[in-house]
Each structure stands twice: as structure tokens, then as C-alpha cells.
């Protein structure tokens, strides 16, 4: 919910800063969103990883390498576009964040989302989806644009999970060029 005189600098600030939850007893750094902050397109991932949390950036570990190069294939400059997290910190051992994480950091992304007012909010992978839509099968529902309170969201598979199954970088990439024409029909600069 975005509060008068909020701004992204503010919420990168309070996240940095952030001792919600256990997860800042464990991490190297918080990592907040990245990006521009008119950006038409949003990306919501889960939560960081080592690399993040070495360099509190999201997305610069091999999961964000597997992202820049499909979004460079589809003609994404990263620059333009916005990436977060759902989760701000590290879980340890990498595992998925708990319910009571994600719903620690949903008002920042929640104020992330208000502030960019995202054209297309690009949700990589289940924990995402499942956290901002309550929904459960990435792969049965990857691909599909869907609107929610005023909001249009689109799912495909998190860019972790090509690591571990190289046929889904062909998924991802489908899936980018379907963001990519919806961008172009609605006029969308990407």
C-alpha cells in the first residue's frame, strides 16, 4: 500500500535494515528489488539466493545469468524492467520461505508493486504464484496471463528451476516471448 512520500529508495532502505523475522540473523545482506522504478514490467521471484546474498542484488546468481540471457534472446533490456523477491533474505540452506516470511515481507512488496504500478507483473515460479495468487501448479499454469484486482499477472517457471532441468530453458523462453507480444499489444514499453 503505497503511503505519501514512500519511494522505492525508501523501501530499499527499510529492507536493508529490516530485523522482522529470524532471516536477518543468518544472512550477509537483505536484498531489495532492483531496477527501474517506471518499469512496465515487473518480475517477482522467491527469494534470494547465495549470490544475492553476498551482493545484495536479486537474480545474480545463475538463476539471474539464465533470466538476462532469455530476456536479451526476446529483445528485455534488464535495465528497463523491475526484479524482486518475495522474501527479502536468504532463507537458510536455500530452502522456500515459510509462510510467516512471506507474509513478514508482503508489505514491502506489496509498497513495491503500488509504487512501480507495473503494467505486467511477470511471477517466476511457485512460491511466487502461491503467494501472490494462492496458486499451486507453475507448470500447469505457466504461460497464462491472468487479472486480479486490477492487476495483470503473468506465470512461468523461476529460472532456478532450469538448472536443474535444462528442457525447461525452452519453457522460459516460450513464455518470455509471450510476455513480449502482450507487451507490443498493449503498447507496453519493454
Given at each position: 500500500m503505497?503511503?505519501?512520500?514512500?519511494?522505492?529508495?525508501?523501501?530499499?532502505?527499510?529492507?536493508?535494515?529490516?530485523?522482522?523475522?529470524?532471516?536477518?540473523?543468518?544472512?550477509?545482506?537483505?536484498?531489495?528489488?532492483?531496477?527501474?522504478?517506471?518499469?512496465?514490467?515487473?518480475?517477482?521471484?522467491?527469494?534470494?539466493?547465495?549470490?544475492?546474498?553476498?551482493?545484495?542484488?536479486?537474480?545474480?546468481?545463475?538463476?539471474?545469468?539464465?533470466?538476462d540471457?532469455?530476456?536479451?534472446?526476446?529483445?528485455?533490456?534488464?535495465?528497463r524492467?523491475?526484479?524482486?523477491?518475495?522474501?527479502?533474505?536468504?532463507?537458510?540452506?536455500?530452502?522456500?520461505?515459510?509462510?510467516e516470511?512471506?507474509?513478514?515481507?508482503?508489505?514491502?512488496?506489496?509498497?513495491?508493486?503500488?509504487?512501480?504500478?507495473?503494467?505486467?507483473?511477470?511471477?517466476?515460479?511457485?512460491?511466487?504464484y502461491?503467494?501472490?495468487?494462492g496458486?499451486?501448479?507453475?507448470?500447469?499454469?505457466?504461460?497464462?496471463?491472468?487479472?486480479?484486482?486490477?492487476?495483470?499477472?503473468?506465470?512461468?517457471?523461476?529460472p532456478?528451476?532450469?538448472?536443474?532441468?535444462?528442457?525447461?530453458?525452452?519453457?522460459?523462453?516460450?513464455?518470455?516471448?509471450?510476455?513480449?507480444?502482450e507487451?507490443?499489444?498493449?503498447?507496453?514499453?519493454?
Amino acid at each position: 500500500m503505497e503511503m505519501p512520500n514512500d519511494s522505492i529508495e525508501k523501501i530499499h532502505a527499510e529492507v536493508i535494515n529490516c530485523k522482522s523475522c529470524d532471516l536477518c540473523k543468518s544472512r550477509t545482506n537483505a536484498v531489495p528489488g532492483d531496477g527501474d522504478s517506471k518499469a512496465s514490467i515487473m518480475f517477482i521471484g522467491e527469494a534470494p539466493g547465495r549470490n544475492e546474498d553476498e551482493k545484495g542484488r536479486p537474480f545474480v546468481g545463475m538463476a539471474g545469468k539464465i533470466l538476462d540471457e532469455t530476456l536479451t534472446k526476446v529483445g528485455v533490456i534488464r535495465s528497463r524492467v523491475y526484479i524482486t523477491n518475495v522474501v527479502k533474505c536468504r532463507p537458510p540452506g536455500n530452502r522456500v520461505p515459510t509462510e510467516e516470511e512471506r507474509r513478514t515481507c508482503k508489505n514491502y512488496l506489496e509498497r513495491e508493486i503500488s509504487i512501480i504500478s507495473p503494467k505486467i507483473i511477470c511471477i517466476l515460479g511457485r512460491t511466487a504464484y502461491q503467494s501472490l495468487l494462492g496458486g499451486s501448479s507453475i507448470l500447469g499454469n505457466r504461460g497464462k496471463f491472468i487479472q486480479k484486482d486490477n492487476r495483470l499477472y503473468f506465470l512461468t517457471v523461476h529460472p532456478a528451476a532450469i538448472i536443474y532441468n535444462n528442457k525447461l530453458r525452452k519453457v522460459l523462453e516460450e513464455d518470455m516471448e509471450t510476455l513480449v507480444k502482450e507487451c507490443r499489444r498493449l503498447q507496453t514499453s519493454i
